[in-house]
């Protein structure tokens, strides 16, 4: 960590009160009148007898796990009282309550200039061996930043209430004689141990807070303490990073505590981040810096050892808002030695105070983070261990969420928040476009380049596409327009988009627009295995993108024709890479896999007449004769499945491909069928080796049926691939005898029953085109007859 980033971290750390996670105060028994209905009054200390009467009308209380509500008793074991039953003086008890939630306040590190309510929530009855495990609550509300737990006068042993953050954990014990109050905050794993004899009664109620608490201690930093933090900043944002001659753009200072997404807000930060916060936004001003709160998702991955990992596996804390959050005890677990990798994503943040969080996806780079407290010292919300496996392990995984405060200069305000959000940089390009401020609308984009590509290739929707069209026609610009537009891939684009589109093509031209397109289909290898985009989605949209292209315009025809010239493009190398399957059923499948997307090229050529390129596919397909068959079939199946206007059917050569179909098929069923004593096999196109050589000669033989062949490993092994790679009716079985041992190749049934099936499918095919009214071309088919080889 550079020294400016730890010299920050350490003076925020001196900062103002820091307060603590949890804290407790005492009041006399006397200020709390309390009647349970069915059970009456309560007198202090409970009793045994009172208490079983509360078991009597309570239920076992519950915890949310996820969407559910659960009751395990094995994680929650204690007696609810319903709110509706309890019933509290509260003139009497808010003479008392008031005070103790202000002192409450004061050793939790809020600002006098806030204030403390309780909500109350539960009573609970924890009789002996009962226990809750460690765990978290939710926060019920917005304003909610904690837990005020009352426990009631009694005379029981255990039940300690223990509360744990940032490595510290503090117990609570009940009193025989007064009533106890601990309050802590929200973030803060607890747990109740078990009673060992008596009965614990507590009551709980929600901590809400009131007013301001960064507002109320604004001004209050030490000026000097300011400009010091103010000059860290400035040499921050100066010193080049590790690996790049350019300096960091932000700085990302992690806070102690947890917030939720609807929970975050400047107004409610707690304990020492209130104080921290408030200094480190008044150096930001100083230097002419912007701050916001965000949300950060840590991961850190340690060299670690475990002597007994069992207990201490993945566990996620994605708990509802109605009940308690729990979770396994993650505060103890491996030895941690040395970091390995640490990374910190940026998911929501508050650009301007009052507003809602907004999301974001920022991965934040090593040189750009600083804390006070180091994570390792914070419990995880989830931690997985990886033991010792050979090569690899003794490493554990620990995820945090904390509070961050984001520091940038604000002459680099836009590339920052366009980096943590697409959406906002083209809505503000789009704004200022506008405004008439072309000159400042160009600016900002070129400031996009060093992160756009990364940025739009996680985003890859609708709407933002569309506005990054509207965008870069307005900049009338073909850099700045190519900067924005390229990192999309052909299948975000939508039938809604034709309009904006065309206008692109209008713009910038044919030739430009082509190459845009070409990256937009992924470059040269754009499906899944070859390379990095999965096209086909996009087939399942092309027609309808193409004929909504073509209502615009004569711009809208030739984008119409790009798109499906491109697409003709990079399925005519699919198909090639499937006809090189050396398997036949793979082979076919895949082929049959790709005919949808034949027929869309073809009636998107015929809706924006593109007759050289249906002409291409028409001829390529009919050039395959029998390899193709099985694209060329699905092509027309799937056609006959779409309502064509009679207009764009005529133009799409379906019926040239259809009558091909059919005489190709009558001509394969006219040939004999082969005969009981036939057993040759077409070798397959493997490779020229001599061994190949012999085994295509054994499988051309229609009179030889097995071969027993001495062959080295070597050879074995290679035949072995290659019959089983092409799937062919030939079993092959090593005799471990002699030197070298012999393989046995034996032909099998599988044969004649391969070319059954395959017959089959051709008559059903020949029914299936007679159907639809397609004739065979003038070409007649030989009789059928028997073939004897």
């Known amino acids: 960590m550079s020294a400016a980033r730890v010299r920050l971290a350490e003076l925020l750390g001196e900062v103002g009160a820091a307060g603590a996670a949890s804290a407790s105060r005492t009041a006399r028994p006397d200020d709390l009148l309390l009647e349970v209905r069915d059970v009456g009054r309560i007198a202090f200390p409970v009793t045994v007898r009172q208490a079983k009467q509360l078991c009597l009308v309570a239920r076992?209380?519950?915890?949310?796990?996820?969407?559910?509500?659960?009751?395990?008793?094995?994680?929650?074991?204690?007696?609810?009282?319903?709110?509706?039953?309890?019933?509290?003086?509260?003139?009497?008890?808010?003479?008392?309550?008031?005070?103790?939630?202000?002192?409450?306040?004061?050793?939790?590190?809020?600002?006098?200039?806030?204030?403390?309510?309780?909500?109350?929530?539960?009573?609970?009855?924890?009789?002996?061996?009962?226990f809750f495990a460690p765990h978290q609550d939710s926060e019920k509300s917005d304003t909610m930043v904690g837990t005020l737990v009352v426990m009631l006068p009694s005379d029981s042993r255990g039940g300690e209430l223990v509360v744990e953050h940032a490595g510290t954990s503090t117990t609570y014990r009940p009193s025989k004689a007064s009533l106890s109050f601990v309050a802590f905050y929200a973030d803060c794993r607890h747990e109740v141990r078990p009673v060992t004899s008596g009965y614990r009664v507590v009551l709980t109620y929600n901590l809400l807070l009131r007013g301001d608490t960064t507002a109320a201690v604004a001004g209050r930093t030490d000026p000097a303490t300011v400009r010091r933090l103010a000059g860290l900043l400035g040499k921050h944002f100066a010193t080049p990073r590790r690996d790049s001659a350019e300096p960091p753009r932000r700085l990302v200072y992690l806070l102690d505590h947890e917030y939720t997404e609807h929970g975050l807000s400047w107004a409610r930060l707690k304990g020492a981040?209130?104080?921290?916060?408030?200094?480190?936004?008044?150096?930001?001003?100083?230097?002419?810096?912007?701050a916001v709160l965000a949300l950060a998702e840590i991961h850190e991955v340690w060299d670690a050892y475990d002597d007994e990992p069992q207990?201490?596996?993945?566990?996620?804390?994605?708990?509802?808002?109605?009940?308690?959050?729990?979770?396994?005890?993650?505060?103890?677990?491996?030895?941690?030695?040395?970091?390995?990798?640490?990374?910190?994503?940026?998911?929501?943040?508050?650009?301007?105070?009052?507003?809602?969080a907004s999301p974001t996806s920022l991965d934040i780079d090593e040189d750009e983070v600083c804390a006070t407290t180091p994570s390792e010292k914070l419990t995880p919300y989830s931690a997985e261990y990886q033991g010792y496996m050979g090569n690899?392990?003794?490493?554990?995984?620990?995820?945090?969420?904390?509070?961050?405060?984001?520091?940038?200069?604000?002459?680099?305000?836009f590339a920052v928040r366009a980096e943590a959000s697409p959406e906002w940089a083209l809505d503000t390009l789009e704004s200022r476009l506008r405004d008439g401020d072309l000159a400042g609308a160009r600016e900002a984009a070129g400031t996009l380049a060093p992160f756009w590509a990364r940025s739009v290739g996680a985003n890859q929707r609708s709407e933002l596409l569309a506005t990054a069209l509207r965008v870069?026609?307005?900049?009338?610009?073909?850099?700045?327009?190519?900067?924005?537009?390229?990192?999309?891939?052909?299948?975000?684009?939508?039938?809604?988009?034709?309009?904006?589109?065309?206008?692109?093509?209008?713009?910038?031209?044919p030739q430009w627009s082509d190459k845009l397109l070409a990256a937009w289909f992924g470059g040269d290898d754009p499906w899944p295995g070859f390379g990095r985009v999965d096209l086909r989605p996009w087939f399942d949209t092309l027609t309808s993108v193409c004929a909504a292209a073509c209502t615009q315009s004569a711009d809208g025809r030739v984008l119409a024709t790009l798109l499906a010239t491109r697409s003709w493009a990079v399925l005519r190398r699919q198909i090639d890479r499937s006809m090189s399957i050396v398997a036949l059923s793979r082979r076919a499948e895949a082929l049959a896999a790709l005919g949808p997307a034949v027929a869309a090229v073809l009636v998107s050529a015929a809706t924006c007449g593109a007759t050289s390129l249906r002409d291409g596919v028409v001829d390529f397909v009919r050039d395959g004769k029998d390899d193709l068959l099985a694209l060329a079939m699905s092509a027309?199946?799937?056609?006959?499945?779409?309502a064509l206007d009679p207009a764009v059917q005529g133009g799409t050569g379906l019926d040239a491909l259809a009558a091909h179909c059919a005489t190709h098929l009558k001509a394969r069923l006219a040939r004999p069928e082969r005969a009981a004593d036939d057993w040759s096999i077409a070798p397959p196109k493997r490779c020229d080796c001599g061994h190949c050589a012999t085994l295509a000669a054994f499988l051309r033989d229609p009179a030889r049926r097995s071969y027993d062949w001495r062959l080295a490993e070597a050879g074995r092994r290679h035949i072995h691939g290659v019959i089983d790679e092409a799937e062919l009716p030939v079993t092959h079985q090593t005799r471990r005898q002699g030197s070298p041992y012999t393989l046995v190749l034996t032909?099998?049934?599988v044969l004649f029953a391969r070319e059954r099936r395959q017959r089959a499918r051709d008559e059903a095919d020949l029914a299936w085109l007679d159907d639809q009214g397609v004739r065979p071309s003038a070409s007649a088919a030989r009789r059928p007859g028997r073939r004897k080889s």
């Open 60 to 130: 076992p209380a519950r915890f949310g796990k996820g969407e559910q509500t659960l009751l395990d008793r094995g994680v929650r074991d204690t007696w609810e009282v319903p709110r509706s039953r309890v019933k509290i003086d509260k003139r009497q008890w808010d003479k008392t309550l008031g005070p103790v939630l202000a002192g409450l306040r004061d050793d939790l590190g809020l600002p006098a200039g806030c204030e403390l309510t309780a909500e109350f929530h539960a009573m609970l009855v924890y009789g002996p061996g009962q």
């Open 273 to 290: 981040d209130v104080h921290r916060a408030a200094a480190l936004s008044a150096a930001a001003a100083a230097a002419e810096c912007e």
């Open 311 to 356: 207990p201490y596996g993945r566990w996620d804390d994605d708990w509802d808002d109605d009940e308690d959050d729990w979770d396994d005890d993650l505060s103890d677990g491996p030895e941690l030695r040395e970091l390995i990798d640490s990374t910190v994503h940026l998911g929501h943040w508050l650009d301007t105070p009052g507003s809602p």
């Open 392 to 413: 690899y392990g003794n490493t554990a995984d620990r995820w945090y969420r904390r509070a961050a405060i984001v520091v940038w200069p604000r002459r680099l305000g």
């Open 472 to 509: 870069a026609r307005e900049l009338d610009d073909p850099g700045l327009a190519t900067l924005l537009l390229a990192p999309f891939r052909v299948a975000t684009l939508a039938p809604e988009h034709a309009a904006a589109a065309t206008g692109i093509v209008h713009r910038y031209g």
């Open 636 to 642: 027309l199946r799937s056609a006959a499945s779409l």
């Open 747 to 749: 032909k099998t049934d």
